[in-house]
């Protein structure tokens, strides 16, 4: 795997997603000609955003590609320096969507590793926290959802502790990962954990006109929060965004996308 070189070509899998949407916009930006797979380039709020990227008109390409059917991304992948594979299906067979959710992704990433030592494929995993940040797509996905709701007026708030990532940190250590020729194994990418009465209470800090629960949703201890160490990804020359930064730009963004009800 090598960034360099003169045909910069890389694909992006689920490139209309929430996390590779800014993957797009970096490669895009760092001159990068991108393939980008989604499942129906029809829908405007899929592709709009992305069409809009600076560089997207000379060098991004869409496709339709879906994992479910086998072989859809071979000829897409095909003559590419590096693929980012971000897109990811979910059928939920359980009554614990969190759980299968889970299982989905350690089995994924397993198959993932043991097909890219049978194949003598060069791969990197980066694994991300909880993933906040400003959105590009005009939707809302599911990792932002629990701050809208807490803005929106929610009641209480979780008695959780969370492994919060910014999105930008997120594309960046992908992109740097690819780059950098000594990468090797798994990033785990978290820039802070928290409890969630700490995103409270640094939401109010930053907009003290906003409703924000004050109590918790139940009586039970805090967990006494931990931190995941963040010296391989710096490493690899990430400067991670700082929490308050995300949870800013996170909430204005909802503002700008007028998913605010408040
Ligand atoms: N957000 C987080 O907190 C977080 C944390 C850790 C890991 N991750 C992982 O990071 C990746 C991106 O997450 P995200 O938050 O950006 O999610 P997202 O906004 O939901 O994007 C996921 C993308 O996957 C695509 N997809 C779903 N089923 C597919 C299929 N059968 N074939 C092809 N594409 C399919 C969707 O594409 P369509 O546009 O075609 O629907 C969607 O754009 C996922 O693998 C997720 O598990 C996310």
Redesign the pocket.
Known sequence: MSGGGAEKVVCV??A?????SWLVKFLLQRGYTVKAT???PNDPR?MEHLLALDGAKERLHLFK????EEGSFDSLVDGCKGVFH????VINYSADPQLWYSLS?TLAEAAAWKFAKENAIDMVTVN????IGPLLQPTL???VEPILKLVNGAKTFSNATYRWADVRDVANAHILAFESPSASGRYCLVGRVMHCYEVVKILHELFPDLNLPEKSVDDNPFVPTYQVSKERAENLGLNFTPVEVSLKDTVESLKEKKLLSV
């Open positions: 899998t689920g209309s997603g929430y996390i590779a989604v499942r129906d899929k590609a879906d994992l479910l971000t897109a990811s299906p992704k991300p926290g909880f993933v996905n599911t990792s």
